[in-house]
């Protein structure tokens, strides 16, 4: 039987997939349709659209573990938004498009000039010259010569090429060069809803989107919040043609299920027990992801009134659908059951953590909106106390008698002093409302914003028939009051 260390902090992998070791992270990574899509070549753009934790990093470097696997490995750029940002400190679009392709077009000459082993062409040369120039790559031996002849006895002059216009040259190289992917993270890291911002983000997809039709040879792989692509998008015309390569990444239950699993097959693996585990483990893949669950996890756990749950299901929906939160709860309640010396984690264990997990979650979600609601703190911070499930009605009166008179938000989107209906649709869209539907028999459905956008919105059948419950990860450090009777 395989012997899980519940103590072992490497357990479930690191929080942040870009932080973690290579060959871990090649041991837990899970395959979904996004790195399908993000390896198809015949995608000059794509771009995943996911908020923090939701496993954005950990797309772009899966795709790139991939390429380097390929036969024919393409030269692979990885940077940031904020690595390769033109300095300009003014909301011209028009500059910033300047800056961002230039900027962009400059670091590929400097990277494809490092991989160029002996340069003959005049092409070659200046790629090489100018990755040396800026530190990309060691001086050659006859460069290094050459920089140190000139003197008085020995009259040498070294004439370098300045490539002022990189993309001539790099549009010339490219079509025999190998294919470059550039993968860029963070583009909209530390973003505030300022004219300076906006503009800089929607700039750099116009860039992009320019680049790769001057050069279609390249590849451009990159992630950004959906909030900050919902601010630039109303105000920004263009993007309206980058719509097409953004797509969204989601986790389902299934996806948990097989995230969790493969979280625990790695430490199996690297702690030497998989083949023992896997001659015994079942052959069919959702069976086996519960399995390996329940190796770490008591299963059933109980959840609600009078009723049970798997642990993956638990973990679902305390987590908000987001991996690095699920990892990250998960590496603190087996902290707790290694304490109390448990074999498996239970749900004490999970529940023993909920109050600070939850302030975290607080603490996250105002840093992740706040450039949508600058209020938002306030806002969040007025419920403290109040019921964790309303009606609809209840839900207006609460924000308009209890919360709107204290708290003036204001919204981006909305003009002037937002309603109630218009703040609680915030709410909905940013995860701290969640809508409920009970059905006959007792059960129930929950529904996330991002599956029916369109509950408090309309003017009629504003809520379709479900009622709102604010999602269970707030409830603890809200002092939330349980309503568990009233259903």
Same mark, same amino acid.
């Given at each position: 039987?395989?012997?899980? #260390?519940?103590?072992?902090?490497?357990?479930?992998?690191?929080?942040?997939?870009?932080?973690?070791? @290579?060959?871990?992270?090649? *041991?837990?990574?899970?395959?979904?349709?996004?790195?399908?899509?993000?390896?198809?070549? #015949?995608?000059?753009?794509?771009?995943?659209?996911?908020?923090?934790?939701?496993?954005?990093?950990?797309?772009?470097?899966?795709?790139?573990?991939?390429?380097?696997?390929?036969?024919?490995?393409?030269?692979?750029?990885?940077?940031?938004?904020?690595?390769?940002?033109?300095?300009?400190?003014?909301?011209?679009?028009?500059? !910033?498009?300047?800056?961002?392709?230039?900027?962009?077009?400059?670091?590929?000459?400097?990277?494809?000039?490092?991989?160029?082993?002996?340069?003959? *062409?005049?092409?070659?040369?200046?790629? %090489?010259?100018?990755?040396?120039?800026?530190?990309?790559?060691?001086?050659?031996?006859?460069?290094?010569?050459?920089?140190?002849?000139?003197?008085?006895?020995?009259? %040498?002059?070294?004439?370098?090429?300045? %490539?002022?216009?990189?993309?001539?040259?790099?549009?010339?190289?490219?079509?025999?060069?190998?294919?470059? !992917?550039?993968?860029?993270?963070?583009? =909209?890291?530390?973003?505030?809803?300022?004219?300076?911002?906006?503009?800089?983000?929607?700039?750099?997809?116009?860039?992009?989107?320019?680049?790769?039709?001057?050069?279609?040879?390249?590849?451009?792989?990159?992630?950004?919040?959906?909030?900050?692509?919902?601010?630039?998008?109303?105000?920004?015309?263009?993007?309206?043609? %980058?719509?097409?390569?953004?797509?969204?990444?989601?986790?389902?239950?299934? =996806?948990?299920?097989?995230?969790?699993?493969?979280?625990?097959?790695?430490?199996?693996?690297?702690?030497?027990? !998989? =083949?023992?585990?896997?001659?015994?483990?079942?052959?069919?893949?959702?069976?086996?992801?519960?399995?390996?669950?329940?190796?770490?996890?008591?299963?059933?756990?109980?959840?609600?009134?009078?009723? +049970?749950?798997?642990?993956?299901?638990?973990?679902?929906?305390?987590?908000?659908?987001?991996?690095? !939160?699920?990892?990250?709860?998960?590496?603190?309640?087996?902290?707790?059951?290694?304490?109390?010396?448990?074999?498996?984690?239970?749900?004490? =264990?999970?529940?023993?953590?909920? +109050?600070?997990?939850?302030?975290?979650?607080?603490?996250?979600?105002?840093?992740?909106?706040?450039?949508?609601?600058?209020?938002? @703190?306030?806002?969040?911070?007025?419920?403290?106390?109040?019921?964790?499930?309303?009606?609809?009605?209840?839900?207006?009166?609460?924000?308009?008698?209890?919360?709107?008179?204290?708290?003036?938000?204001?919204?981006?989107?909305?003009?002037?002093?937002?309603?109630?209906?218009?703040?609680?649709?915030?709410?909905?869209?940013?995860?701290?409302?969640?809508?409920?539907?009970?059905?006959?028999?007792?059960?129930?459905?929950?529904?996330?914003?991002?599956?029916?956008?369109?509950?408090?919105?309309?003017?009629?059948?504003?809520?379709?028939?479900?009622?709102?419950?604010?999602?269970?990860?707030?409830?603890?450090?809200?002092?939330?009051?349980?309503?568990?009777?009233?259903?």
């Amino acid at each position: 039987m395989a012997k899980i #260390d519940l103590s072992d902090d490497s357990l479930f992998g690191n929080e942040a997939a870009e932080d973690e070791l @290579e060959n871990i992270f090649a *041991t837990y990574a899970v395959e979904r349709q996004e790195v399908r899509n993000f390896l198809d070549a #015949d995608r000059t753009i794509a771009t995943t659209r996911a908020y923090k934790g939701e496993g954005k990093s950990a797309l772009l470097r899966l795709v790139g573990l991939q390429l380097r696997n390929q036969t024919l490995q393409p030269l692979i750029i990885s940077t940031t938004g904020a690595a390769v940002a033109p300095e300009i400190d003014v909301a011209d679009s028009d500059r !910033w498009v300047r800056g961002w392709k230039a900027s962009l077009l400059r670091l590929a000459a400097r990277e494809i000039g490092a991989t160029i082993s002996v340069a003959f *062409t005049d092409d070659a040369i200046s790629l %090489v010259e100018e990755a040396e120039a800026n530190g990309f790559r060691s001086r050659s031996f006859v460069s290094s010569v050459v920089d140190r002849l000139k003197s008085s006895a020995v009259p %040498v002059e070294r004439s370098r090429t300045v %490539v002022v216009n990189p993309e001539p040259l790099l549009r010339r190289w490219s079509q025999h060069g190998a294919p470059v !992917w550039f993968f860029v993270d963070d583009i =909209d890291q530390n973003f505030e809803n300022t004219p300076i911002y906006r503009v800089r983000i929607a700039a750099f997809f116009v860039a992009v989107r320019q680049i790769v039709n001057q050069i279609p040879e390249f590849r451009f792989r990159l992630a950004i919040r959906p909030n900050v692509w919902a601010i630039i998008k109303r105000e920004f015309e263009a993007l309206s043609h %980058v719509e097409q390569y953004v797509d969204d990444l989601q986790w389902s239950l299934n =996806d948990f299920y097989q995230l969790l699993a493969k979280r625990i097959e790695g430490y199996l693996r690297r702690t030497n027990q !998989w =083949d023992d585990v896997q001659r015994t483990a079942s052959k069919d893949v959702a069976v086996r992801n519960k399995q390996l669950i329940g190796m770490v996890f008591d299963d059933p756990m109980p959840w609600g009134k009078e009723r +049970d749950r798997p642990p993956a299901v638990i973990l679902y929906t305390l987590s908000r659908h987001r991996p690095r !939160w699920l990892i990250e709860l998960s590496k603190h309640a087996a902290a707790s059951a290694a304490g109390a010396k448990r074999l498996r984690i239970n749900f004490d =264990d999970i529940n023993n953590e909920l +109050d600070s997990f939850g302030r975290r979650r607080i603490e996250d979600t105002v840093a992740e909106f706040k450039s949508q609601c600058p209020e938002i @703190e306030e806002l969040l911070a007025a419920f403290v106390g109040q019921p964790e499930w309303f009606s609809t009605a209840d839900l207006m009166s609460t924000l308009s008698n209890r919360i709107l008179q204290g708290v003036h938000p204001r919204i981006a989107g909305v003009l002037g002093v937002p309603s109630a209906k218009e703040v609680a649709h915030f709410l909905f869209q940013i995860g701290f409302l969640t809508a409920r539907k009970d059905l006959p028999g007792g059960d129930y459905q929950h529904i996330a914003f991002s599956e029916n956008p369109s509950l408090l919105r309309t003017r009629t059948n504003v809520d379709q028939g479900y009622s709102w419950e604010i999602h269970p990860v707030f409830r603890q450090p809200l002092k939330l009051k349980n309503v568990d009777e009233r259903r």
